[in-house]
Nanobody, 121 residues
């Protein structure tokens, strides 16, 4: 089973920054879009940011101007830079990749295991 590997979560004080990273294995040869989701305690999972194969980005209103998503196609990697963090950003963040194991092949959705981000003083 192909799984994405996330890193970069942790505890940070309000106003601080964190950078999440997600690496997809090389077996996912053709990646369409890459996304970050989060699930806060007691809430549904929500889309935080996405980036397309053409580097178009989209963000949840609650993180616009604070979070930046970027990707490195050569490394099959997507990052989420999170600045000016608030306690309400506390959640488990999940990486998501839509792609296929060969160009033109069937598309699948891949998930990371989740990384905890806690914003607290």
């Amino acid at each position: 089973q192909v799984q994405l590997v996330e890193s970069g979560g942790g505890l940070v004080q309000p106003g601080g920054s964190l950078r999440l990273s997600c690496a997809a294995p090389g077996s996912i040869a053709s990646i369409n879009s890459m996304r970050w989701y989060r699930r806060a305690p007691g809430k549904e999972r929500e889309l935080v940011a996405l980036i397309t194969s053409g580097d178009r980005t989209n963000y949840a209103d609650s993180v616009k101007g604070r979070f930046t998503i970027s990707r490195d196609n050569a490394k099959n990697k997507v990052d989420l830079q999170m600045n000016s963090l608030k306690p309400e950003h506390t959640a488990v963040y999940y990486c998501n990749v839509v792609g296929s194991t060969w160009a033109g092949g069937p598309v699948s959705v891949y998930w990371g295991q989740g990384t905890q981000v806690t914003v607290s003083s």
